[in-house]
């Protein structure tokens, strides 16, 4: 029989259909994808191993969770996506505020209904995709927006005492009954409305305004918390913790591949962005590795983390930065530059945390040091090591290009540069083509320019060229040569 054709408690009957409380629904559910080999939770990469299968064990416990972990950890997501863990369609009284099951009936509304009208109570379908709230814990919510009060104009127009509890004005919770309920950044709710949760937890008991009502309730918590929360904001208070089945803790992408899928996702790009700047896989690896030098880095506060959203704001604002210099040159396409990274600078000043260190040396200034740190770290996949010693008879492979250098008065890569006149600038510095074809004979036309910018930046990081930020570009000069001509 199709839902359609079911309007009444008696044909629902009929049907054959039987109840079932959420978390046996969402541990039915998770069961038949695991056994079918499908995959429970699309689009979060890197938790295959680790966070997927505590939570899937959590699920089938019927536990409710708790996610912990720092701020970009895609603890939110996982959450909204329990929805598609489901049933697609459930059957509720109709006119019930609370979703009452026609077969265990918990309002005084839905009880009245089926006493009254029986086999006849009328009966509406919930999608799946409306049994999910959410609740943002700031310090501002009270017991009477998640739980409940009393309602005076409700009163009022039904000519009711206040002692009646046809009064009562259900909070979030209540109206989640058969949901998934989700309380983002729960140490930041107030520990006298954390304690509110406990009777619903544990015994399913909500107490409004003098009004004792066992209403069991059938919800499905989740719980988000930033464990550096616990100590700057507020905490969870230890019977709640108690009453919360699995703590799950998230945790940052481990490797650059990872991260770049998650940023190649996530990332908003208007179409002709992608046709017009060709982005090497060094840049996006490059991005990314700024992340990683962030997370360890001694200005950044690490107990507040670096959120993945850092990578994907900077990956945006790079292609923007080849964009705008495309259209201020008037070419057709353009190559990405390593000199294009100065324009993701806004992108980490607004996502990083700085400790005492951070702020006297300026937010500025950490994000420059976080890129030329990332080019430092990759520079030795592609290149030979540079020493701090060298051997006084061996000549460095960098050697040429250092003399090279150093017989020039100076070498300017200008930010808004053409197409044409940027390659032609590069390619003047005939020992970067040789070194090229030397350590990365494989490299393509189109991503070889990246990687000699990438040589220059990486000679500079090790104290062998030296550069200086114009105001319209970047200088590259002989470590000593400028000093001596300079005398």
Known sequence: MKISTIKTFGQLKDSGYTGKSIKDELRNNLRTKIGNKEETFTGIHGYENTVIPELERAILSRHNINLLGLRGQAKTRLARQMINLLDEWIPVVEGSEINDDPFNPI????????????????????????????????????????????????????????????????????????????????????????????????????????????????????????????????????????????????????????????????????????????????????????????????????????????????????????????????????LLRLSDFIGIIPSITGKVELVYEGEQEGADFVAQSLITEAIKTLFSEYFPKIEKLEKEDHKSPYQDLIDWFFEQSGFELLDDAPEAVYQKKIDAVTPLGDLIKKYQPDISKEDSYFMKEFLLWGLVEYKKLSKHRLSEGFHFNDLYGSYISGL
Do not use: C
Request: proline content about 4%; charged content about 25%; hydrophobic content about 40%.
């Open 107 to 334: 309002s005084r509304y839905a009880v009245n209904v089926l006493e009254e009208k029986g086999d006849d109570t009328p009966i509406s379908w919930l999608h799946r995709s409306e049994r999910f709230a959410e609740k943002l814990a700031t310090p501002d919510v009270t017991v009477a927006d998640i739980i409940g009060d009393v309602d005076p104009i409700k009163a009022a127009n039904l000519k009711l005492s206040y002692a009646d509890d046809r009064v009562i004005h259900f909070g979030m919770i209540p109206r989640a009954n058969r949901s998934i309920f989700v309380i983002n950044e729960l140490p930041d709710l107030q520990a006298r409305i954390q304690v509110a949760l406990f009777n619903i937890l544990q015994e399913g008991d909500i107490q409004i305004r003098g009004f004792k009502l066992r209403l069991p309730l059938d919800i499905q918590f989740v719980f988000t918390a930033n464990p550096e929360d616990y100590t700057n904001r507020g905490s969870i208070v230890t019977p709640l913790k108690d009453r919360i089945g699995s703590q799950i803790l998230t945790h940052y992408p481990e490797t650059i591949n990872i991260a770049k899928t998650i940023t190649r996702q996530e990332a908003k790009l208007d179409t002709r962005q992608s046709d017009l700047v060709y982005v090497p896989d060094l840049a996006k690896d490059l991005v990314e590795q700024i992340s990683f030098q962030a997370r360890e880095s001694e200005f950044i506060d690490h107990k507040s983390g670096v959120s993945a959203r850092m990578s994907i704001t900077a990956y945006e604002n790079l292609l923007s930065t080849a964009e705008h210099r495309l259209l201020r040159s008037g070419d057709q396409k353009t």
